[in-house]
């Protein structure tokens, strides 16, 4: 039973009873013969076959993903409905439902349509909810990030939508942890009412806002040069929690703690000061695992 797991939890097809079917790749072949190595251990008889490439082909339809791409779809409109009453739970469900879309795709050996139009539709809802939690979001830009000289942006007067939310958060500490120091924040009611000598940050039309893709904080960090493999961690967790994709394990814990700071702290520059602690002890943890 804990074999016949193992080979369903891989993505395995079934010919017939008994006979189990992957693409031939190393990994898979590594896997089979591990599996074939515990069954002889058994006093059991298990053999591990190739097929010619040239005939693999007809068995691409028993790796068929399309039925629980579905699943996930019709799933969807009930989590639109729930964040009527229950934004925070909704978007809950929704990391949920992106984990296991997830983990479709890791088995999905021969994708096709099906993957890319729930892609697109888990990304609709996303960027549907994120603006809902944090209004005047901004769009996606297209443009060149240029290299920029940190000296010259010292002691300034940086600018963001108030009641910030992760984006916001996370480079708002990485502009006083990396960039500037002396960094002073404005918290704007509407991105209209930014200082003439602000630097602005997230929002349409700012200096530094989503781009090619890339969330504030990811841009922030190019902009920069700020090339650290643990900064590159947390600008993928950022972007997943901003943005949605590929879910880091540490998204949930923080989404969670990063929502009771926001929920229970009413005065930005204190919710600033009290996030930084939280950012500062992440890198601290990302750092350590790196030398470890």
């Given at each position: ?12 097809a ?32 298990a ?15 028993l790796?068929?993903r ?8 019709q799933?969807?409109?009930q ?5 009527v009453?229950?934004l925070?739970?909704?978007i ?9 879309f ?11 349509e099906?993957?890319v139009?729930?892609?697109q539709?888990l990304q ?8 809902q939690?944090?209004?005047n ?7 060149e ?20 939310w ?6 708002a ?42 969330v ?55 919710l ?21």
């Amino acid at each position: 039973m804990r074999l016949w797991r193992s080979l369903k939890s891989a993505g395995t097809a079934v010919l017939r009873d008994g006979v189990y079917l992957l693409p031939q790749r190393p990994e898979h072949q590594q896997l089979f013969d591990g599996f074939a190595q515990e069954v002889e251990a058994s006093k059991g008889s298990a053999y591990v076959l190739f097929v010619d490439s040239e005939d693999a082909s007809q068995f691409s339809d028993l790796f068929d993903r399309r039925d629980e791409y579905a699943k996930l779809l019709q799933e969807l409109p009930q989590i639109q409905e729930l964040a009527v009453n229950s934004l925070q739970e909704a978007i809950r469900q929704l990391r949920k439902l992106r984990k296991n879309f997830t983990a479709i795709t890791v088995t999905d050996f021969f994708p096709g349509e099906a993957q890319v139009q729930t892609q697109q539709a888990l990304q609709r809802l996303e960027r549907k909810l994120n603006r809902q939690l944090s209004p005047n979001e901004p769009h996606e830009h297209a443009g060149e990030i240029p290299r920029l000289d940190v000296d010259l942006y010292r002691g300034r007067l940086w600018a963001t939508r108030s009641r910030p939310w992760v984006d916001r958060l996370a480079s708002a500490w990485l502009i006083s942890r990396f960039i500037d120091p002396e960094a002073r924040f404005v918290w704007l009611q509407a991105p209209q009412d930014c200082p003439d000598d602000a630097l602005g940050f997230d929002f349409d039309g700012a200096s530094f806002t989503h781009l090619n893709g890339k969330v504030t904080f990811e841009v922030l960090l190019e902009s920069f040069g700020l090339e650290h493999s643990s900064l590159a961690r947390m600008g993928a967790l950022v972007h997943f929690l901003d943005a949605g994709g590929i879910q880091p394990s540490e998204a949930s814990g923080l989404e969670q703690i990063l929502w009771g700071l926001r929920n229970s702290i009413h005065d930005d520059d204190q919710l600033i000061i009290t996030t930084n602690g939280v950012f500062d002890a992440l890198l601290a943890a990302f750092t350590d695992k790196e030398t470890v």
